[in-house]
């Protein structure tokens, strides 16, 4: 498998140049930029949580807490969507068991869906909420917009691989001068094709949505869960659309021809999602015609005052033992 790619950009102005895919080595060991980015990703993910963590009712401490297990989770899911996509990759043509489970877990072969990833991660999430007796709604709120940003620096992951692009991009398409050169690539071309690059279409449409639910929507939201449901069917639509420009797409039943997976997913996630913020804000007018909504961070600010009320009640009452302690010892 070739390490270096030939990439141009020229609709930019940018002239061919040369990508390692391998980032540095530790020990013998190839570091790969894919992994570089999604670390980076991750880390972006933790730092915008760890700043809308107070706002929710959230501690840093939770937030560590449950990232470790969205981040597992969330890659465990990544790879057995993808390998449940792709079975004839992994199961039968003469393979044991052992060597199945070897090629499962072989993660530097590639192979991660970032649907699974979601599922996987969110699965977690709710998880930790039901155990914690936590609202798994804010939580969410509080992770959607930094999974966001993980996914847009993730998909320059895709660009270092020379992967996850389209086909080739006509003259007098609307995004032609977008168009990326790549060589080698999944054509199997002789030379530089020029195809469309949506690993970077769809980064700039989760930065785009970054950027309008943190100014539009972030500090006006009307319910819990609403960020949420808002990314999730704003990628849902995005992926949708530009899925039907990819040339490794996972089909349906595993072939390569039918019902793009994602496309599907995209849909039912647009529909369903912004269905469920259209109720959600039906129900906060019935709420306040009756005059029993209360905004949700008003909640947070109340909430956070009567844990703040307990635990001032109990220092006092942790001072006042102690003092009456110490009269005693004095009085024997």
Not at 119 to 130: D, E, M, N
Not at 136 to 151: E, F, N, Y
Not at 224 to 233: K, Q, R, W
């Amino acid at each position: 498998m070739w390490n270096l790619i030939e990439v141009a950009f020229p609709g930019l102005g940018i002239d061919p140049f040369t990508v390692n895919k391998v980032a540095f080595s530790v020990f013998g060991l190839e570091v790969r930029w894919y992994g570089v980015m999604i670390t980076l990703g991750m880390l972006c993910a933790f730092a915008y949580a760890m700043f809308r963590s107070k706002r929710e009712g959230f501690t840093q401490d939770d937030v560590l807490d449950v990232g470790i297990y969205m981040v597992l989770f969330g890659v465990i899911g990544a790879r057995l969507y993808y390998v449940f996509m792709k079975p004839s990759l992994y199961f039968g043509g003469g393979r044991s068991l052992w060597d199945t489970l070897g090629e499962i877990v072989n993660l530097r072969n590639g192979g991660l869906a970032i649907y699974g990833g979601i599922i996987g991660g969110i699965g977690a999430l709710i998880v930790w909420c039901l155990i914690k007796k936590k609202s798994w709604l804010r939580l969410m709120d509080m992770a959607g917009p930094g999974v966001m940003i993980a996914q847009a620096l993730g998909r320059w992951g895709n660009f270092f691989n020379g992967e996850a692009h389209g086909g080739i991009v006509a003259e007098g398409h609307p995004l032609y001068f977008l168009r990326m050169g790549l060589y080698p690539n999944d054509l199997n071309t002789p030379a530089m094709a020029y195809v469309h690059p949506t690993f970077l279409y769809e980064s700039l449409w989760n930065v785009l949505g970054f950027v309008l639910i943190n100014a539009f929507l972030y500090r006006r939201k009307k319910f819990n869960g609403e960020v949420a449901f808002a990314y999730l069917g704003w990628y849902g639509f995005g992926r949708m659309l530009i899925e039907g420009l990819r040339t490794d797409s996972l089909y349906l039943g595993g072939g390569d021809e039918g019902i793009r997976v994602s496309q599907l997913v995209g849909l039912l996630c647009f529909l369903g999602f912004a269905a469920l913020i259209v109720y959600g804000h039906m129900r906060v007018r019935k709420q306040k015609a009756a005059g029993e909504y209360v905004p949700v961070f008003t909640a947070v600010t109340a909430q956070d005052a009567d844990a703040d009320q307990t635990d001032k009640t109990q220092n006092e009452d942790n001072d006042s033992s102690i003092k009456e302690d110490e009269s005693n010892g004095k009085a024997d």
